[in-house]
């Protein structure tokens, strides 16, 4: 079952240990999670007000509405 989850967040979030630096994916998009890849440069086009779903290959369609069920339902959840 595919589930859709919002997420805010466009860049990474820096996590310091003994003075090492590593960062942590917060968009969702890494294909190395937990850790950042540099797939969220995918996510700078994105408008404030939109919702977008993401192909595997990190390409994005803007999505309309309803709850992702696969056909559309038409509820208007997570709107």
Same mark, same amino acid.
């Given at each position: 079952m595919a589930r859709l989850i919002k997420i805010k967040e466009r860049h990474p979030v820096k996590i310091t240990e003994e003075d090492v630096g590593k960062w942590i994916c917060a968009c969702g998009l890494s294909k190395a999670k937990p850790f950042c890849d540099g797939s969220h440069r995918a996510?700078?086009?994105?408008?404030?007000?939109?919702?977008?779903?993401?192909?595997?290959?990190?390409?994005?369609? $803007?999505?309309?509405? %309803? !709850?992702? +069920? $696969?056909?559309?339902? %038409? !509820?208007? +959840?997570n709107e």
């Open positions: 996510c700078a086009a994105e408008v404030e007000e939109k919702t977008y779903v993401y192909a595997e290959d990190n390409t994005a369609s $803007e999505k309309k509405g %309803g !709850c992702g +069920r $696969e056909g559309g339902c %038409g !509820c208007r +959840r």
